[in-house]
């Protein structure tokens, strides 16, 4: 069998229900299965900002939640804590702002960044306490599962996995081979 054949494929294609960052008209898709404790996602995290400077229009990034709960505990919370600022308008400010302090995830953690992004708290907390997320979340992993995700960061440019490295000059290379 070809190379390509045996590659993993996304199952569920990037959609508007996904979030994502760039143009909706972009050539290139690269989407994310990530881990907001995981220290490879937030090392990842700094090369993809790096890289949507460089790419610009030509990439759009989306983000689905794989939280590794068995072994980072934070994980499930830090998701449904960046799915509930999406219910907000905010997705992409809690994302950046989670993998920015990794090393501070817990519930008074998530709800400080909620409070420093002008959040409606008293319904962010309802959304946490009441696992408003959860069901999202999960669709995300589960998605994940179907689509060969065992780890995090995975990558898939244009709905086939990345088996490379998440650095910057492997991520374009992958990009620009896809065109």
């Given at each position: 069998?070809s190379?390509t054949?045996?590659?993993p494929?996304?199952?569920v294609p ?14 290139l ?7 907001y ?6 090392a ?12 610009g229009?030509e990439v759009r ?11 980072h ?5 830090a ?7 999406a ?12 993998f ?9 953690d998530?709800?400080?960044?909620a409070?420093a ?5 008293q ?7 009441q ?11 589960l ?11 995975t ?10 490295s998440y ?13």
């Amino acid at each position: 069998m070809s190379a390509t054949l045996d590659t993993p494929r996304l199952t569920v294609p990037v959609s508007e229900r996904d979030h994502v960052r760039g143009q909706a008209t972009a050539p290139l898709t690269l989407l994310e299965y990530g881990d907001y404790e995981c220290p490879f996602c937030g090392a990842a995290h700094a090369v993809l900002k790096q890289l949507l400077e460089i790419m610009g229009d030509e990439v759009r990034l989306a983000f689905r939640n794989f939280p590794l709960a068995e072994i980072h505990p934070r994980a499930q919370l830090a998701a449904e804590a960046a799915e509930s600022a999406a219910l907000q308008g905010r997705f992409w400010e809690m994302h950046d702002t989670l993998f920015e302090h990794q090393d501070r995830l817990d519930v008074q953690d998530v709800i400080g960044y909620a409070a420093a992004l002008r959040l409606d708290l008293q319904r962010f907390g309802t959304d946490l306490s009441q696992h408003t997320c959860a069901p999202r979340v999960r669709e995300d992993f589960l998605s994940g599962i179907r689509s060969g995700v065992n780890g995090t960061p995975t990558f898939f440019v244009n709905g086939v996995r990345h088996n490379g490295s998440y650095d910057l000059g492997s991520l374009i290379a992958a990009l620009r081979s896809a065109l």
